[in-house]
C-alpha cells in the first residue's frame, strides 16, 4: 500500500510540475519535445553496454551531504528541479531558496550546477538538494574576480560599528572601515543604515570569512589599473603632498590623489603621540615622506616626522654625561617619570632615584644629571641633582 501510495503520489507531482512548466513554457523556451522527455520513465537496459551505462547514473547509497553535479530543467519562485543523472530527479524546495535568492536568480534551464544531499528520498521519493555551497563558491569566487577588476559592488547598510559600518551583499557580511568612508559619511556613518551604496572590493579571504570594502574607493572610481599605473610612478623617500582621509588610534590615512596611504602613530613625530586625532582633522593638508610602496596591497607607507631632522643624531654632543640638564614631566609611570629634554628626545628617572612623597607633577620643570645614553635604543637614564655633593662623587 505504502509503495502504491508513493507511486500515485509522483504522478500527481509530476502532473503538478508539469502543469507549472506548460503555464512558463514561453518564457522559459522549454519545448513539447523536452516537457515529455523530463517525465518519461527510463526503460529497462537490453544489453550490457546500457546496463554498465545505467549503473553510474542510478544512485548507489546517496547520503545526506553528498555532493552530486546536475542541470537545471526548471525553475520557479517555490522550486528548482535539477536532473542529477538519476531516476528520481532532484529538487530544491522553497525555504531553500529564501537563502540562496541572489544565486537563485541567476539560474537558468541548462545550467549545470553543484548541489549538496539534503534528503536522499523525501516522502514522494524526490532528492532534496541544497544550493548553499555552491552559491557560497559563486559569490566567493565573484569577489574575487570584482578585487581584480576594480568593478563596483552594490551593498545595504546594517549596523555601525567599532572603527566601521558592517554591510550586507547577497547574504555575506562585509565590513567597510571609517577609513573608507568617503568625507561626511565618516562623520555620519549611521546615514548609511539600509542603504544601497557602492563599494569596491579591497581583501578577500574565504577561509577566515573575510571581506573588507571600500566606499571612498568607488566614489573617487580608484581601479586596480589606476594604482598600478600611480605606484609605479613613486619611489621610497619622495616627498608627496595628500589630505587626511581618516583618523584612527594607530595613525592616520592620507589620500594622495587616489592612492592610499598610512602614517602610522609612531611616525607622526619624534616624540611620542597619545591620540592622532588631538592633532589631525580629516581634510587637512599635509606632507609626507614614502617609507614603502606596497605594491601587492595597492598601498603607501608614509611618515611625516622623517621629514624634520633626527633629532637622536649626534645626541652625545648635546647631552655629555653627567652634565645637568633642565626639562619637563611629560608622564609618569609605575617605574618612573619621564622627562621631556626636547621634541623627541626624553629621558627616564627611574622610581629608585626618586625620593618617595617627592614625586615630581607632570608638568613640572626640573633639573637632572645625565647618567647614561644609549643612543642605539634611544634611552636616556637621568638622575635628581643632589642638593649636597655626597662624598666621593666626582
Known amino acids: 500500500m505504502i509503495n502504491k501510495q508513493k507511486t500515485k503520489d509522483k504522478e500527481l507531482r509530476a502532473k503538478k510540475i508539469s502543469s507549472d512548466i506548460s503555464s512558463t513554457s514561453k518564457s522559459s523556451s522549454v519545448t513539447a519535445k523536452s516537457k515529455r522527455a523530463l517525465f518519461e520513465t527510463k526503460s529497462e537496459p537490453q544489453t550490457m553496454d546500457e546496463l554498465l551505462t545505467m549503473v553510474g547514473t542510478i544512485p548507489l547509497g546517496l547520503k545526506r551531504?553528498?555532493?552530486?553535479?546536475?542541470?537545471?530543467?526548471?525553475?520557479?519562485?517555490?522550486?528548482?528541479?535539477?536532473?542529477?543523472?538519476?531516476?528520481?530527479?532532484?529538487?530544491?524546495?522553497?525555504?531553500?531558496?529564501e537563502q540562496v535568492a541572489e544565486y537563485a536568480k541567476q539560474l537558468k534551464i541548462g545550467d549545470k550546477v553543484i548541489a549538496q544531499v539534503a534528503n536522499p528520498e523525501n516522502d514522494i521519493g524526490y532528492v532534496i538538494l541544497s544550493l548553499r555551497r555552491a552559491s557560497s563558491e559563486r559569490r566567493w569566487g565573484l569577489l574575487s574576480q570584482l578585487k581584480e577588476t576594480g568593478e563596483d559592488l552594490d551593498v545595504v547598510g546594517l549596523e555601525v560599528t567599532k572603527g566601521?559600518?558592517?554591510?550586507?551583499?547577497?547574504?555575506?557580511?562585509?565590513?567597510?572601515?571609517?577609513?573608507?568612508?568617503?568625507?561626511?559619511?565618516?562623520?555620519?556613518?549611521?546615514?548609511?543604515?539600509?542603504?544601497?551604496?557602492?563599494?569596491?572590493?579591497?581583501?578577500?579571504?574565504?577561509?577566515?570569512?573575510?571581506?573588507?570594502l571600500s566606499q571612498?574607493?568607488?566614489?573617487?572610481?580608484?581601479?586596480?589599473?589606476?594604482?598600478?599605473?600611480?605606484?609605479?610612478?613613486?619611489?621610497?623617500g619622495d616627498t608627496l603632498q595628500g589630505v587626511v582621509s581618516g583618523i584612527a588610534p594607530f595613525g592616520i590615512f592620507v589620500d594622495i590623489e587616489g592612492l592610499e596611504g598610512l602614517v602610522h602613530i609612531s611616525e607622526i613625530a619624534w616624540e611620542k603621540v597619545e591620540n592622532p586625532a588631538n592633532l589631525f582633522k580629516v581634510g587637512n593638508k599635509l606632507d609626507v615622506v614614502v617609507l614603502d610602496v606596497n605594491q601587492e596591497e595597492g598601498k603607501l607607507n608614509l611618515s611625516i616626522k622623517r621629514l624634520t631632522?633626527?633629532?637622536?643624531?649626534?645626541?652625545?654632543?648635546?647631552?655629555?654625561?653627567?652634565?645637568?640638564?633642565?626639562?619637563?614631566?611629560?608622564?609618569?609611570?609605575?617605574?618612573?617619570?619621564?622627562?621631556?629634554?626636547?621634541?623627541?628626545?626624553?629621558?627616564?628617572?627611574h622610581i629608585s632615584k626618586i625620593i618617595s612623597g617627592e614625586?615630581?607633577?607632570?608638568?613640572e620643570n626640573i633639573e637632572c644629571l645625565i647618567e647614561h645614553i644609549d643612543p642605539v635604543r634611544r634611552k636616556i637614564s637621568l638622575t635628581l641633582v643632589p642638593k649636597e655633593k655626597p662624598v666621593g662623587y666626582r
Not at 71 to 78: G, L, M, N, R
Not at 173 to 199: D, W, Y
Not at 227 to 235: F, N, S, T
Request: hydrophobic residues 40%.
Open 65 to 97: 551531504g553528498d555532493t552530486v553535479e546536475g542541470k537545471v530543467i526548471f525553475v520557479s519562485s517555490k522550486e528548482i528541479l535539477i536532473d542529477i543523472g538519476k531516476k528520481s530527479f532532484g529538487i530544491v524546495a522553497e525555504w531553500e531558496l
Open 164 to 212: 566601521g559600518v558592517l554591510v550586507d551583499w547577497q547574504g555575506l557580511r562585509g565590513f567597510i572601515p571609517s577609513t573608507q568612508l568617503e568625507g561626511s559619511l565618516a562623520i555620519q556613518p549611521m546615514a548609511l543604515i539600509n542603504k544601497r551604496m557602492k563599494v569596491k572590493v579591497l581583501e578577500v579571504d574565504r577561509a577566515m570569512n573575510r571581506l573588507v
Open 216 to 236: 571612498k574607493a568607488s566614489a573617487l572610481g580608484v581601479t586596480p589599473t589606476f594604482q598600478k599605473e600611480k605606484l609605479d610612478k613613486i619611489k621610497t
Open 309 to 349: 631632522p633626527d633629532p637622536w643624531k649626534n645626541i652625545l654632543d648635546r647631552y655629555p654625561l653627567e652634565s645637568t640638564i633642565k626639562g619637563k614631566v611629560v608622564r609618569n609611570a609605575p617605574y618612573g617619570s619621564f622627562i621631556s629634554l626636547e621634541p623627541g628626545v626624553e629621558g627616564l628617572l
Open 359 to 363: 614625586e615630581p607633577k607632570i608638568g
